[in-house]
């Protein structure tokens, strides 16, 4: 593996606490630290899989000096060069504080980004301005525009990183935390105190939680609570709460999991403040100052909901009432010691303070008079959710920024461009959670929220906006709901003679198994509003069924499943298309090289297709413009096809940005995200482009695998998406070598 072939062995500092500065350096041997990150998960566990947070909490101010020390030395040791730095360093978990360097990468690294978010200070942009000669006094700060560059951040605030795994698509993967990073993606909390950080980065997580512990999902089972603090798994975060809340001593949690006591204490602040709002048996009786409290600890409305036993819409009204609402402050690089020019927020609640006979609680976020439109940002990546969809956020911001629109974007992944400070007009890093959103459309009363592009995270909150009054931006909830329900689009294919395999809808095993009897095998199961082929499944007979359905509704409760009859050898295809409610255009239709029964994410797709005749591609085209036509779609739409014997069949249809619009805008060299959204704004008719597409040959876009990752896992491919990235491949024409290596395997990794 080694490309020099040597092997370094160290001393293994496993349970030592593990910390990393992000230095950055000048022509001039100016030095400045940028960030100091604690991870909370000792060493051991890889930092790309700890829980971190900034600024650093257990160092004590001499050690932090020592270190401060260490890192500029070694940084001015390795060579003579300007840019960014990454410094990790071991300390030993007691009075001594011994300070021992783990490694020292001279660039930017993972953490860079997480810094340049949690601190509001570009490390990247300000690296590369380095790399060629300018000096930091020369630089501006990017937030302030009055200050230099030449300066370290001071934080009034706590940032909480937490990584998202998918163990879920790796069947027979060691799900176990340790020195090989494992996670695909992360969110990021920032709050006044800990507390409330590690509750928002849990509310981002999107892994149906609604924070730490208070919402009846924890783990009950002493011995599974025991083994999983042991073996550090993806969910230790929650069960430190199971474990105090089983009344587990913090001496014996922090034995196992070498977490600093003062990280458990604050889990421990939670837990007393629970019990003590769960002995009030109505939110009437419940004191104001105590709901206040809850919220500056980062509880959620329907945490307290759950505490009390009442409804999360109740809280909401009981605290509007009361006066206890979400003010939103500015992460500005300099702790409010100098004007901030950039509108990048996060949210507290804050005690009343009195001004001139008046309460009131501070708010730095400023509303204007301006037409707004909200962006729903598409959360943390994660497998069938990744930054194809930051790509279609980003883009659609900058389209409605040139339609005069001020724009706001809702994101809470650090790892993305949408998340930049200077992309949207007002940046709101905030869990992407009904709470969150809803506070802040009553505070900036926009036009309306764009759902279409941020994925099914913002998908799965368009009914909700809609039940509310605020209006969905481009293709209505109906229209995406209809798309959804398999029942009513069935209805509607059938209206516009447009073919689809057999199909059954079912909510039980029994239901099921009765539909099995009409459809023949193999039937392809699959649970509504999920995205990444998530709980999809191509089954062979009644057992296979029946544990197949009963696993899905124990994950997904009260999901509707959907049964088609599997187009056994057909060739699959895609269309994604742009739709202004009277015109459609079609951007690409791309042919899957793999069968039907691969997920579209895990296939190559080739744009244009190489092996469909004229007979088929006019009826995708035909197919494409009519559901278009029949969903009222404004915006985007992509429809998934399956062709057996010159037959066009529908699979699915998604009024929404999908994965593979990024692919195509870059092969055709067109910004076809900023047309749709001028089409979902209303501003623009799809006849008002002058498309003119560019490709050459072929372009094929690459599934990127991480089974190296899990190596006994199985590597087989099938309905459930499994690849963690793509590439794109340009060739000149189907004689080239690569294309015939991609058809000749084809088939190696099909599944059942």
Not at 60 to 86: E, K, L, P, V, W
Not at 228 to 240: E, G
Request: with cysteine.
């Amino acid at each position: 593996i080694s490309p020099i072939h040597e092997v370094m062995i160290d001393k293994a500092l496993i349970g030592w606490k593990e910390y990393e500065l992000e230095l950055l350096r000048d022509k001039n041997d100016n030095v400045v630290i940028i960030c100091a990150i604690e991870n909370m998960d000792p060493m051991g566990i890889h930092t790309g899989d700890s829980i971190t947070v900034a600024p650093a909490m257990t160092l004590s101010d001499t050690t932090y000096q020592r270190m401060r020390d260490m890192a500029i030395h070694m940084m001015r040791s390795i060579g003579d060069f300007a840019g960014g730095c990454n410094v990790q360093f071991a300390v030993s978990p007691d009075d001594k504080e011994d300070i021992i360097a783990i490694e020292i990468n001279p660039r930017v690294s993972r953490s860079s980004a997480l810094a340049s978010k949690a601190t509001g200070y570009p490390i990247a942009k300000i690296a590369s301005k380095l790399a060629i000669g300018y000096s930091l006094d020369e630089l501006e700060n990017q937030i302030t525009k009055t200050t230099s560059a030449l300066f370290e951040p001071s934080l009034d605030y706590v940032i909480v990183k937490i990584p998202r795994w998918n163990f879920d698509k790796f069947e027979g993967s060691d799900r176990t935390l340790g020195l090989q990073m494992k996670s695909v993606g992360e969110v990021m909390g920032i709050g006044r105190c800990f507390q409330e950080a590690l509750h928002k980065a849990c509310q981002s997580l999107e892994v149906s939680r609604n924070g730490i512990g208070a919402d009846g999902k924890g783990v009950k089972d002493y011995a599974t609570i025991i083994s999983k603090l042991q073996n550090a798994s993806w969910d230790r975060v929650f069960v430190i709460y199971d474990a105090i809340q089983m009344g587990i001593p913090l001496k014996r949690i922090h034995e196992i999991t070498k977490i600093d006591m003062w990280f458990l204490k604050q889990y421990e602040g939670l837990y007393f403040l629970e019990n003590e709002i769960t002995t009030y048996n109505s939110l009437d009786a419940l004191p104001k100052e105590l709901l206040l409290e809850a919220k500056q600890k980062g509880f959620a409305d329907r945490q307290i909901a759950h505490m009390i036993g009442c409804w999360e819409s109740e809280v909401h009204k009981k605290r509007r009432e009361l006066n206890i609402n979400r003010v939103y402050k500015l992460v500005d690089t300099c702790a409010a010691e100098f004007k901030a020019e950039t509108p990048y927020y996060y949210s507290t609640f804050e005690s009343a303070m009195i001004v001139d006979g008046k309460a009131y609680a501070e708010n730095e976020s400023v509303v204007s008079d301006r037409k707004k439109v909200v962006v729903l940002g598409s959360g943390p990546n994660r497998i069938g959710q990744g930054i194809e969809f930051d790509y279609c956020c980003v883009h659609g911001v900058l389209a409605a920024k040139e339609c005069g629109y001020e724009t706001i974007m809702i994101n809470c992944n650090p790892e993305t461009v949408s998340t930049d400070f200077d992309i949207a007009d007002k940046l709101y890093f905030e869990p992407v959670f009904w709470e969150h959103i809803w506070d802040i459309i009553q505070l900036e009363k926009p036009e309306g929220v764009i759902v279409q592009l941020g994925g099914q995270t913002a998908l799965k909150l368009a009914e909700k906006l809609s039940k509310y009054g605020v209006k969905i931006i481009g293709t209505s909830f109906e229209a995406l709901d209809l798309a959804e329900d398999r029942g009513h689009f069935s209805e509607l294919l059938t209206k516009l003679d447009i073919p689809f395999p057999q199909f059954g809808t079912a909510t039980s095993a029994d239901e099921a198994a009765a539909i099995a009897d009409e459809l023949d095998f193999p039937i392809l199961v699959r649970p509504s509003y999920v995205l990444g082929g998530q709980g999809m499944k191509i089954v062979i007979n009644k057992d296979d069924l029946e544990n197949h359905v009963i696993d899905i509704l124990r994950k997904i409760p009260n999901n509707v499943l959907l049964l088609d009859h599997y187009l056994d050898g057909a060739i699959e295809a895609e269309a994604d298309a742009i739709c202004d409610g009277e015109n459609v255009y079609i951007i690409g239709i791309m042919e899957h090289i793999e069968p039907c029964g691969v997920h579209s994410g895990d296939s190559n797709a080739t744009l244009p297709p190489f092996n469909l005749g004229e007979f088929v591609m006019q009826q995708i085209k035909d197919h494409t413009k009519k559901i278009a036509l029949a969903l009222e779609t404004k915006g985007l739409i992509n429809i998934q096809f399956a062709i057996k014997d010159d037959i066009v069949y529908i699979i699915e249809a998604n009024p929404r940005a999908s994965r593979t619009v990024p692919f195509i805008s870059k092969a055709y060299n067109e910004p076809y995200v900023n047309y749709a959204t001028k089409v979902m704004l209303g501003v623009n008719k799809v006849t008002d482009f002058d498309f003119n597409p560019q490709l050459e040959g072929f372009a094929i876009k690459q599934p990127v695998f991480s089974f190296n990752k899990f190596p006994n896992v199985n590597k087989n491919l099938g309905p459930e998406m499994k690849s963690t990235g793509e590439s794109i491949l340009f060739i000149d024409s189907l004689k080239d070598d690569q294309f015939y290596e991609l058809y000749s395997r084809r088939k190696m990794y099909l599944s059942k």
